[in-house]
């Protein structure tokens, strides 16, 4: 059994790298999980993340000290400091961008009682849609966790809905995201605001403007999703 105090340490070692721990939960015994540090399958799972844009400047930091041609080099850091801790504690990490993808927003329900907003992000009740998941950390023991509540879902309770008025190509609807129309804008003459300080939708919801990621942050992620 991992307990509390481990799952502290753990939190503590995660952020010198502006790094927290997400919530976890211990898999039910119907579920096939993937596997722990050694062949034999996990019995909990902890999520690793980001509350904003605090990682940033340690990622920076380390990037200079990359060469220049680096791949990947926000997944190659997350799995680089991940990885060393998922080492110290006896855990695999894993990351969102191993294939095949884990279902890490399903984990995240899980772990932290939150939901999805429109744009399939999942809305934080404190951190708004400035937050994501940079691993997991996969153990062949339970985890001792106080009981999760159910997040409030700050979507419920808003009828404006901004973030489904703003793209310039209505890229985000009900059918879902329309993953090329917006792909196209935002390497097309018109897709400078996108390119330069991120999507149109996610900047324009009203809650967690305290994290929201710089322009510089935005862009950098811009970059990588639309292949620029
Ligand atoms: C493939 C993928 C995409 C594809 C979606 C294709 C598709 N229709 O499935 C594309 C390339 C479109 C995409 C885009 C974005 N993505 Co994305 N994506 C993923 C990835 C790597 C795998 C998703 C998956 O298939 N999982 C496997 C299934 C089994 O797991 P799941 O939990 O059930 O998956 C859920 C998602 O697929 C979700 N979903 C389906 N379609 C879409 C579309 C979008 C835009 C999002 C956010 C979610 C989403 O619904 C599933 C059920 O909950 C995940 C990481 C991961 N491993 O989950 C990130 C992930 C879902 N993406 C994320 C984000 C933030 C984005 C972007 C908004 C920003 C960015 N990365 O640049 C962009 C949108 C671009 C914009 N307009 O700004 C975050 C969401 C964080 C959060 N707070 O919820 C994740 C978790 C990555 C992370 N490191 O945190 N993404
Ligand atoms: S604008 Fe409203 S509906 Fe859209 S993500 Fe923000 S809170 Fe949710
Ligand atoms: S990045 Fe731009 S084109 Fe894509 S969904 Fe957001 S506002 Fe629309």
């Known amino acids: 059994m991992i307990a509390r105090r481990r799952a502290d340490e753990i939190a503590a070692a ?27 399958p996990a019995k909990s799972v902890l999520l690793v993340g980001q509350a904003g844009a605090a990682p940033w400047p340690h990622f920076l930091r380390w990037r200079d000290r990359q060469p220049q ?8 850091w997350s799995r680089e400091v991940i990885g060393a801790v998922a080492e110290k504690f006896g855990a695999r990490a894993v990351s969102p961008s191993d294939r095949p ?26 951190y708004g849609l400035w937050h994501a998941y ?5 153990f062949e023991d339970e985890i001792a966790l106080p009981e999760r509540r159910e997040a409030i879902h700050l979507c419920d309770a808003c009828v404006a809905k901004p973030c489904l008025k703003s793209c310039p190509v209505d890229a985000y ?5 329309a993953h090329q129309a917006c792909l196209a804008h ?10 330069g300080g991120g999507c149109l939708d996610r900047n324009a919801c009203p809650y967690g403007t305290a994290h929201r990621y710089p322009p510089e942050v935005q862009a950098f992620h811009m970059t990588a999703f639309a292949g620029l």
């Open 134 to 138: 940079r691993g997991a950390l996969l």
């Open 186 to 195: 935002v390497r097309g003459s018109k897709g400078e605001p996108c390119r």
């Open 69 to 76: 041609t680096i791949a990947n080099p926000l997944d190659t």
């Open 14 to 40: 995660l952020s010198a790298d502006g790094l927290i721990l997400r919530g976890g939960f211990n898999f039910a015994t119907s579920e096939t999980p993937p596997h722990g540090p050694s062949a034999a």
């Open 101 to 126: 993808y884990l279902p890490f927003q399903q984990w995240a329900m899980r772990a932290e009682g939150l939901r999805p907003s429109p744009l399939g992000i999942l809305m934080h009740p404190q």
């Open 173 to 177: 609807s009900a059918d879902g995201f």
